[in-house]
């Protein structure tokens, strides 16, 4: 079929999709095609749909017609890519961005349903106008990015709900096989429960047959195999409802901020965070341990311009230091707590940083007096102190734009202030994610840190490093690569660092826990148990590999 007669059988059954959600290659490639560290992707066709109804009938068309489908809910996948290019076949945009209903399903109890097109934004703004007294899983990827697809990447956010997968209890999906893509699927609980229309938001006629099953969705493993976990990072079907069950606004709230200005007290502050965690981990979101460079990257402009693939010489960072007062390293984290706890936590964390510089907690008296000094004394140090109410905002499921500030360390074209326009993929950042696990002790940290180090300049790239401590036995690192999009030089640099990165780091026991799209097609091994299984789960499901055929699956050629 050709693009025009693709679009006309859309057009015909699905007739509530108004004509200009329907776009051919010129716009879609245009709309959807960016990405944060190469070419745009070529896409033929993009269907923004109204009805998570649709999707099936999509499916259908691709089943007969032989194209590929990629869905998106927000496509602000930035630095790892939303979309994957196609093998041979026409590639079709399925936007889900207008799939944006949120449904009640018990407000007592935190348990809310989003359809994928429900922004961090969108659901803060619910849950504040609806007096929910739960947080939104907000991310640093800010107010425009869908809550749905973030957990489906499984990514992680600042507060108690750390980890957006955990999170989800119960999935509707679409599988493309053509003899079940009509309809959508959903769990066995809420098949047997007689209960569950209640809860049913659908207009008429419902489409959704069944409701939304109370029980479903305080139950995360359902009944029988366990199937909602295999639409998580893959492409084995297309997710248009998630249960989630969010993190309540805690009675008492407060961040901490721990300064160690010797490198070699990493040590000490890593013994810290595991040690605060085994004694306090139920009260604590992220703990993030960051190195100098990556605070100055946060707190200063860039030394060299924005449009030099060079990395920061010592003597530019001793200068950014004294003058922003900057640690070598920097612990941030957060307690949500009852007014008892959280006197006895912070005493813990007092008693046992004694290593530290300095030791601030958010509702400290010191920070009103440190901001009123820096705003008459010390100016240059004010930058970090304003940047913290917006950090706090975020921990406390408030979403904002502050930390996409970072894709626009090397991007000589777009300033890079906080406004509500930043779109690091339109603006041409160049952004690459090394994001790998890394075991949670010293001597693993500490090698780390010196691989990054070592590694990254050598490339043009500045190493920063944060650790994400999730759990006293759970690290993941994210290693921006940040460097000029428009430069050829610094694109085949970054590109050159993140395989050197990935390569070297599996050797030493650094795997990350999420891929870019091409590294999803080019780093992983078909021929491994696990890939086997997941191509035989792919030819059961979708036996034409009509959803998104090159995500996270590798095939023999
Ligand atoms: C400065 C900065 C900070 C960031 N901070 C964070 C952070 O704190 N935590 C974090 O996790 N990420 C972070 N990111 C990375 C990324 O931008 C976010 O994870 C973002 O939310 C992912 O994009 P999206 O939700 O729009 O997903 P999309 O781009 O819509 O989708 C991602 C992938 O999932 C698939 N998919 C989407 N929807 C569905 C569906 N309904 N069913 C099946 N498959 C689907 C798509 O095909 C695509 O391959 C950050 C990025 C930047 C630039």
Sequence with gaps: MTIDQIIQQIRINCPEIPNEFIVGTQQATARFGNNTFGSPTHIDLAVTITKAQQVGEILKIANQAGFAVCPLSTGNNWGYGSVNPTDHRKLLILNMKELNKIAEIDKASGLISLEPGVTQQQLAQYLAENNWPFMAPVTGAGPSCSIVSNALERGYGPNPQTDHFSAITSLRYFIAHPEHCHQEHYSAITSLDGDCDKACDCVEPCHCQAGLSVVDASHKWGLGPYIDGLFSQSNLGIVTRATLRLAPIPEKFCSFFIKCKRDEDFGLATAFIKKLFIAKGGELGIVNLMD??????????????????????????????????????MIMGSIYSTKESLKGTKQFIKKHAKFADDLLFSDSIKLPIARVLTKFIMKERRSQLDALPLSINIMLGKPNRVALRLAYWRNPRVEGVITDNLRPDIDQCGLLWYAPLVPMNTQKMTEFAQFVRATTPQFGIEPFITFTNLSYDYVDSTIPIVFDLNNPHAVEQAHRCLDTLFDEGIKKGFVPYRLNTSQQKTKLDPKAPHWQITNLIKQALDPNNVINPERYNPRKV
């Design 292 to 329: 100098k460079r990556r605070i100055i990257s946060m707190v200063a402009e860039n030394p060299n311009g924005k449009d030099q693939h060079i990395v920061m010489s010592d003597e530019q960072i001793a200068t950014i230091t004294k003058k922003y007062d900057v640690a070598e390293w």
